[in-house]
């Protein structure tokens, strides 16, 4: 199974930005296996989410970094998915805590 670019839908209400009408947001999913990030960069929108599913044999530890983000998703075991959703359009740096070589950037449009 690849976790290149999975895409699904979801509806949601976004009253962050004044809406108060609902718009479809995707999620792209990021696999984890081998120590490494399966993409090394996603293009994503504001309100759009990203699944990190840890598809390895060790576990990671999601961390983010951004334009008023600072995440850190704690221990994730093999199997177990985080899922951030991005409020706020720039660029933002993806690592794991534990493995210093796997980064990707998330780059969210406004």
């Known amino acids: 199974m690849s976790f290149a670019r ?3 839908t979801a509806v949601v209400v976004s009253l ?3 809406t108060a ?3 479809a947001a995707s999620t792209v999913t990021v ?3 081998g120590k490494r990030f399966s993409e090394t960069e996603v293009v994503i929108n504001v309100g759009d989410r990203v ?5 390895d044999k ?3 530890n999601i961390q ?3 334009p008023g983000m600072k995440f850190n998703g704690r221990m994730q ?3 177990k998915m985080i899922s951030v959703s991005f409020d706020k359009a720039g660029k933002f740096k993806a690592r794991c805590g534990l493995h210093p070589k796997m980064k990707m950037t998330v780059k969210v449009n406004g």
Not at 51 to 55: A, E, G, Q, V
């Open 51 to 55: 699944d990190f599913l840890n598809d």
């Open 58 to 60: 060790v576990k990671h």
């Open 21 to 23: 009408a609902g718009y």
């Open 16 to 18: 962050a930005v004044g």
């Open 64 to 66: 983010i970094k951004g």
């Open 6 to 8: 999975t895409l699904t």
């Open 77 to 79: 075991a093999p199997g």
């Open 31 to 33: 696999g984890q296996k």
